[in-house]
């Protein structure tokens, strides 16, 4: 995933890891308190509003969605079905996988690269 090679100088693979899990967890503890919410873009890509530069760690929001996504977690899946439910339609996976994303929360989206 390419939020896991973004090292920091002297940074191991295992360290960016565990900053990826701490990270995560955090991001998982907002959205449960609702101080982060999932959007969902016209297109069906989404992003986190909310997710401060501070919290992040270099994660984009389609890396944290699709590792949350992969580990079943509780409280993304509870936000997805809260942002598809306002936003009238569905993640698409498809433009999830292409890595489609936004920079500010969503209100632009950029192709993936």
Known sequence: MPCDVTLAAGQSAEGRQAE???????LEAQLTRGLVRLV???DGAVAFQGWTDGGRRAIADVCAYRTLAARGSWPLRQAQAQAESLAGRSVDRAKVAAGIHSHDGGAHWHPGH
């Open 20 to 26: 990826i899990d701490q990270a995560l967890g955090l």
């Open 40 to 42: 969902v873009g016209p």
